[in-house]
């Protein structure tokens, strides 16, 4: 259940041990509020996933949205398929749909799968709002990701980042925008920067994106020295800037630009991400064939460069 329905309980804990020794009363129900059944819980559910498939979250419309799910659909049927054959370590032994039933549809898992990658809260949130386990919730994340992944599905991060169910509903249902990340790579592609118009670097990492997302996860399979545990570290996000914003950065270093420090004072991230993230991204820019003239002046300080241009 949620924290918000678990706060409403009537524990009374006991001064000896309490973190296990304690009372549930029974529940005194207001008049004005039906106490919750058992399908009170599939009902939040589903109201939960209404909200989340809202296209501020998404990035995309719902018809997109459930087009993106029928392309996956038959590969989650055979992926589950699969699954379950090493579950029963043999073939099934009762009809199809003889057994228990998942709590979200294929379709469903697609849409949290949407919502996370475009980073806008954790899987711990996820889960008080669908009221799922996080470890569950953060299983099928894992098995949708790969199945996105080898379909060449490149979801993008938003700047929102809502850190609570309460936090996210709010947004929802008032526009109550939280605090974003700032949109400095809006500022960072201008021409004179980049040297190429805006519509050209859009293609460039709209190239490079999926190649820099399948390396980052080959460099990241070989230090965990396995696959991805699903709810690792509760579903936090780890990459402290986008793929788009990696490249942006590679860009700007490789025509001196600017200084690492420098970069680093923009993107708001230490200046050895900053150089993790040219290491790893120069090898892309060097296959698409990319060879920059040098800026005329390279700028020491974010603030420098920042007064260097124009709106455009």
Known sequence: MSKARFAELPIHVHPTHSSW??????ALVAADRPPVIGTGRAQIRAAALRALADSRLTGMTEAQLD???RRLASAQAAQAEQRT????????RRARGAGSHSLLSAADRVLITVVYLRQICSQKVLSDMLEVSDFTIGYWIAETRKLLTEHQVIVSATTMRF???????????????????PRISETLSHPALTAMSREELRQMIERLTPLQAARLERLRYQRRGGERLPGARGGIFQQKI??????????????KVCTRQALSELFNVSPRTIGNTLIETRPLLEHDGYNPAPASIRHRTAAALLASISPC
């Open 67 to 69: 087009d993106l799910a």
């Open 21 to 26: 020794n304690y009372t549930i009363r029974p």
């Open 163 to 181: 850190t609570t169910a309460a936090q996210l509903r709010s947004f929802l249902d008032n526009d109550d925008v939280p605090a974003q990340r």
């Open 242 to 255: 986008t793929g788009a914003e990696r490249i942006l950065a590679a860009i700007l270093y490789q025509r």
């Open 85 to 92: 054959f090493h579950q029963r370590g043999g073939e099934r």
